[in-house]
């Protein structure tokens, strides 16, 4: 059993359940994927499978990538992940792995790379509280003050301040599949995941399910 499988997000919505309840769901693209690589212990060390998710114009590979991608039928991907497989034998180049491959009640984990948000100060990036708003005050949002003292004389490492904010990795472990839907390849996740609209994701079986 494969590991897992690339996917695009495509947005949030929601459906009502046969009691009547409203469940807000997330609507994911799984696949198609296909199986680009195979590696086994005996060649590689491990046993997994390389797939390809979403199809690009073969003219945008270079030639080292599109000479890898000939051996598993020719077609072009943006991306490539590989994953972990129990039994690599059972696995063909060119092969394609879709949705089926997750029922519905399975519990599953989504990793991708949350919304960037450029530069951000203090209270937007760590949730600071600020100044107050009366009384003359001139540090509204800024981070006040963050010496040492005269020891050790230096700013602290790690010490939550302006920056980058945002555009990380981030899992988002045991998700409820809500419906699957084969004929176009989608799954609904109960709840949120990573990234925005249209963003690539990775949906993955629980560590619980293999170890």
């Known amino acids: 059993m494969v590991k897992g499988l690339l996917g695009k997000k495509l947005g949030m919505t929601g459906i009502f359940a046969d009691d009547g309840r409203h469940i807000p769901v997330t609507v994911i693209q799984v696949g198609p994927c296909v199986v680009t690589q195979i590696k086994t212990k005996a060649t590689d060390g491990y046993d997994a499978i390389q797939v390809g998710f979403g199809d690009v114009k073969e003219k945008r590979v270079k030639k080292p990538a599109a000479g890898h991608f000939a051996k598993s039928g020719g077609k072009a ?48 990036r760590h949730g600071f509280a600020g100044g107050k708003d009366t009384h003359g005050c001139m540090t509204h949002r800024r981070p006040g003050s963050i010496g040492a003292s005269a020891y050790p004389s230096r700013v602290i490492k790690g010490k939550r301040l302006p920056g980058h904010y945002g555009d990380t990795r981030q899992t988002t472990r045991n998700l409820v599949i809500v419906d699957i839907r084969p004929e176009q390849n989608l799954i609904l996740v109960k709840g949120a995941v990573p990234g925005f609209s249209s963003s690539f994701v990775e949906v993955l079986k629980p560590k619980s399910a293999f170890w």
Do not use: C, M, W
């Not at 009640?105 to 530069?119: H, L, S, Y």
């Open 77 to 124: 991907f943006r991306h490539l992940k590989e994953f972990g497989v129990e039994d690599p034998a059972s696995y063909t180049l060119g092969q394609v792995l879709s949705a089926d491959l997750f029922s519905v009640g399975e519990k599953i984990d989504v990793a991708g790379n949350i919304k960037g948000r450029g530069f951000g100060g203090v209270v937007k």
